[in-house]
């Protein structure tokens, strides 16, 4: 019996599109990352919370040095989690947002949240004017708690967060505008990295087959971005030196890695058929 070509084009069509589909994470294939991610980010927004409550603290009683010591660490916990906070763009307007952001810079009553904050430690080393502003930062981010328990989240935002955590240090913060009074961005940019690699370490077995240089390739690429993060660790290996003391050459030389990652995770939610 002869089989006709027509026929055999549909068979290696159909042959094909189960190839492709098999390379697709299926969605009961992500239920189990999606809710270690749950995990991950609950478990961070709870330090949040205790972390915020101790700076707050320091910030109402007046302690300037300890303020200023809590404000870096205070910090981590939210940058990891970063893409699912702006989910929630009113929280992330309250407790994260710069002065840019408002008509009268740093003077606008309506500035708030970690970096209103921020000003007044390292521009005017004083709590005296953010007392409200304290209390305010850590109603929003009980806030910002109680929402994310709440949440169903979406696995396209949860795999897609990797690139948008890369992204966002390489088109913004590298120029050090987010931590501007501080000089403390390489904690953000850790914290950032962090959270980004968390993500890849849990879609990992779902395409670590089909994908294994991709995977190599973005191994290597985190490796170098840590690396350079390390060389500027302090000498007790608990913090980072300032950012100011980066040249720019120095910040060259971190933006082309950052990049390179975040074009490569870019393309993560095309793999895992989230597209």
Do not use: C
Request: aromatic content about 8%; charged content about 30%; overall charge negative.
């Amino acid at each position: 019996m002869t089989f006709p070509f027509k026929h055999l084009l549909v068979a290696v069509g159909l042959v094909a599109s189960a190839a492709a589909m098999a390379q697709k994470a299926q969605p009961l294939d992500l239920v189990a990352p999606i809710a270690e991610y749950k995990i991950y980010v609950t478990e961070n927004v709870d330090q949040l919370v205790t972390d915020t409550a101790a700076f707050v603290a320091a910030v109402k009683k007046g302690d300037v040095e300890k303020a200023k010591a809590l404000y870096a660490p205070t910090r981590v916990s939210y940058e990891r989690i970063e893409p699912i906070a702006e989910l929630f763009s009113d929280m992330d307007v309250a407790i994260d947002s710069r002065a840019d952001d408002y008509e009268g810079a740093e003077k606008d009553p309506a500035f708030p949240g970690f970096h209103r904050i921020e000003y007044s430690l390292w521009q005017h080393n004083t709590t005296k004017d953010v007392g409200d502003v304290a209390d305010k930062l850590l109603a929003n981010v009980k806030e910002l708690q109680g929402r994310i328990a709440k949440l169903t989240f979406p696995p396209e935002v949860v795999v897609g967060g990797a690139a948008v955590l890369m992204e966002e240090v390489a088109a913004t913060k590298i120029s050090g505008e987010e931590n501007r009074y501080s000089k403390v961005d390489l904690w953000d940019f850790q914290a950032n990295t962090e959270g980004s690699y968390k993500i890849v370490e849990l879609v990992r077995p779902l395409i670590e087959k089909t994908e294994a240089p991709f995977l190599a390739e973005v191994d290597k690429n985190f490796k170098t971005v840590f690396d350079i993060l390390k060389t500027y660790r302090t000498a007790d290996g608990k913090g980072f030196v300032s950012y100011e003391k980066l040249t720019d050459k120095d910040r060259t030389v971190m933006a082309a890695a950052i990049n390179k990652l975040a074009e490569d995770l870019s393309t993560l939610r095309g793999k895992l058929g989230l597209d």
